[in-house]
C-alpha cells in the first residue's frame, strides 16, 4: 500500500496493548497532555507507579487525539530539481499493495530520496539536503584539502600516493550507509587509498554504534582515526614492510583493511630497495613473508612479482 505517516496512532496502539505496562502508557497520556513538556513532578509519578509495580493506568488519552488530523498516503515523489546529486525531473511511485523497495548502485540516489521523506515527516534527526552545485563542490574541496592535508598518503595504509595517476578516494571514517547522518561531517571525512576503502567497505567502526552525537573520543572508535590517533601508537612497520597491530585498534585497522595483503609488503619493499640493497631488502622480505596470512598461490605471485621488482632495481643501480 501507499506509504502512510501514523505516529499518533502508533501511540494509541501502544497504550490499548494490555501487554505493554500502566506506568509507559500514563507517560504517553502526560506527553500528550503536556505537549511533551515533561516535569520532574510527572516524572516523580511514573517512577512511584514503577516501585509500586502499578497495573492499571491513572490516565486515559484524549479522545480526538490521532484523528485531529488526516492520515497521509504518499503515491508518489516527483518534481525534484537541485537535491544532493539527484538527477532533476526523477519520479518515484509508491506501490498499492505491499512495500516499495529503492535500490542502486553507490552515489545513485537512494538516501537523497530518504532525506527528503525524512524532511517531509519532520523526523526527529534530520539529514541534510544540499544543492546539487554545492554537495559536489564540498566533495572535490574535501578530497584535496584531506590529500594534502594526510602528505599525500593513505589514512590506513599510509602508501604515498600521486595525484597525477590515483583518483582520489573520499572516504568516511564511520562508513555512510549504516550512519548516513555523518555523510557530510568533516570530521568524518579523510583521504583513503581505493583498496583500504573497498576492503573497509560499511564495517562497523564505533564501539557504540547507536551514538547520537559524533563521537569526538579515540576511545570511541575501533579503527584507527587520523584525527584522533597517532598511527605509530597502534602500528607498527616491522622492518619498515609488514604491518604489525600494536593495539587491540591496530590489529583490527589492519584486518578491516587487510594490511597484510602482499601488495603493500612489496610496495614497501620497492621503497627500501631505493635505498637498500635489493637483494638485502628480498631476503628481509622472503623472511617475513611467513607471518603473512596468505594462501600458496598468493605466496607463490607475491616470489614472483618480487623477483621482478628485484631485476628491475638491479638494472636501476647499475645504471
Same mark, same amino acid.
Given at each position: 500500500?501507499?506509504?502512510?505517516?501514523?505516529?499518533?496512532?502508533?501511540?494509541?496502539?501502544?497504550?490499548?496493548? $494490555?501487554?505493554?505496562? %500502566?506506568? /509507559?502508557?500514563?507517560?504517553?497520556?502526560? /506527553?500528550?497532555?503536556?505537549?511533551?513538556?515533561?516535569?520532574?513532578?510527572?516524572?516523580?509519578?511514573?517512577?512511584?507507579?514503577?516501585?509500586?509495580?502499578?497495573?492499571?493506568?491513572?490516565?486515559?488519552?484524549?479522545?480526538?487525539?490521532?484523528?485531529?488530523?488526516?492520515?497521509?498516503?504518499?503515491?508518489?515523489?516527483?518534481?525534484? +530539481?537541485?537535491?544532493?546529486?539527484?538527477?532533476?525531473?526523477?519520479?518515484?511511485?509508491?506501490?498499492?499493495?505491499?512495500?516499495?523497495?529503492?535500490?542502486?548502485?553507490?552515489?545513485?540516489?537512494? +538516501?537523497?530520496?530518504?532525506?527528503?521523506?525524512?524532511?517531509? %515527516?519532520?523526523?526527529?534527526?534530520?539529514?541534510?539536503?544540499?544543492?546539487?552545485?554545492?554537495?559536489?563542490?564540498?566533495?572535490?574541496?574535501?578530497?584535496?584539502?584531506?590529500?594534502?592535508?594526510?602528505?599525500?598518503?593513505?589514512?590506513?595504509?599510509?602508501?604515498?600516493? $600521486?595525484?597525477?595517476?590515483?583518483?582520489?578516494?573520499?572516504?568516511?571514517?564511520?562508513?555512510?550507509? $549504516?550512519?548516513?547522518?555523518?555523510?557530510?561531517?568533516?570530521?568524518?571525512?579523510?583521504? %583513503?587509498?581505493?583498496?583500504?576503502?573497498?576492503?573497509?567497505?560499511?564495517?562497523?567502526?564505533?564501539?557504540?554504534?547507536?551514538?547520537?552525537?559524533?563521537?569526538?573520543? +579515540?576511545?570511541?572508535?575501533?579503527?584507527?582515526?587520523?584525527?584522533?590517533?597517532?598511527?605509530?601508537?597502534?602500528?607498527?612497520?616491522?622492518?619498515?614492510?609488514?604491518? *604489525?597491530?600494536?593495539?587491540?585498534?591496530?590489529?583490527?585497522?589492519?584486518?578491516?583493511?587487510?594490511?597484510?595483503? $602482499?601488495?603493500?609488503?612489496?610496495?614497501?619493499?620497492?621503497?627500501?630497495?631505493?635505498?637498500?640493497?635489493?637483494?638485502? *631488502?628480498?631476503?628481509?622480505?622472503?623472511?617475513?613473508?611467513?607471518?603473512?596470512?596468505?594462501?600458496?598461490?598468493?605466496?607463490?605471485?607475491?616470489?614472483?612479482?618480487?623477483?621482478?621488482?628485484?631485476?628491475?632495481?638491479?638494472?636501476?643501480?647499475?645504471?
Amino acid at each position: 500500500m501507499p506509504a502512510i505517516f501514523l505516529s499518533k496512532d502508533i501511540l494509541v496502539d501502544y497504550y490499548n496493548n $494490555p501487554v505493554h505496562p %500502566a506506568w /509507559a502508557k500514563d507517560l504517553i497520556c502526560r /506527553a500528550i497532555n503536556t505537549n511533551g513538556t515533561i516535569e520532574q513532578e510527572d516524572l516523580d509519578i511514573i517512577l512511584d507507579e514503577i516501585l509500586n509495580e502499578v497495573t492499571t493506568p491513572s490516565l486515559v488519552i484524549p479522545a480526538n487525539f490521532g484523528v485531529a488530523y488526516p492520515k497521509i498516503l504518499l503515491n508518489s515523489l516527483k518534481h525534484i +530539481s537541485g537535491v544532493n546529486a539527484l538527477a532533476n525531473n526523477q519520479e518515484i511511485k509508491f506501490c498499492e499493495e505491499g512495500l516499495t523497495l529503492i535500490f542502486g548502485f553507490n552515489g545513485s540516489g537512494k +538516501s537523497s530520496y530518504f532525506r527528503i521523506l525524512n524532511m517531509m %515527516a519532520n523526523a526527529d534527526i534530520r539529514y541534510p539536503v544540499l544543492q546539487k552545485a554545492g554537495i559536489t563542490d564540498f566533495k572535490d574541496h574535501m578530497r584535496e584539502y584531506m590529500y594534502y592535508e594526510q602528505n599525500c598518503r593513505c589514512a590506513y595504509c599510509r602508501i604515498e600516493l $600521486p595525484i597525477a595517476c590515483c583518483f582520489l578516494q573520499r572516504e568516511h571514517i564511520i562508513p555512510k550507509a $549504516p550512519h548516513p547522518k555523518w555523510m557530510f561531517e568533516p570530521r568524518n571525512l579523510c583521504f %583513503a587509498c581505493d583498496r583500504c576503502n573497498n576492503f573497509k567497505g560499511d564495517e562497523e567502526v564505533l564501539r557504540n554504534q547507536y551514538a547520537v552525537a559524533y563521537p569526538t573520543d +579515540s576511545k570511541d572508535f575501533l579503527i584507527v582515526n587520523p584525527f584522533l590517533d597517532k598511527y605509530s601508537d597502534h602500528i607498527e612497520l616491522k622492518d619498515g614492510i609488514i604491518y *604489525v597491530g600494536r593495539t587491540k585498534k591496530g590489529r583490527f585497522t589492519i584486518d578491516t583493511c587487510k594490511l597484510y595483503r $602482499p601488495d603493500l609488503a612489496l610496495e614497501r619493499a620497492k621503497e627500501r630497495m631505493e635505498k637498500e640493497n635489493p637483494d638485502s *631488502v628480498r631476503s628481509q622480505l622472503l623472511s617475513l613473508l611467513s607471518s603473512l596470512p596468505l594462501s600458496d598461490a598468493e605466496r607463490t605471485q607475491t616470489l614472483v612479482n618480487l623477483g621482478k621488482i628485484v631485476k628491475t632495481y638491479k638494472r636501476k643501480h647499475r645504471g
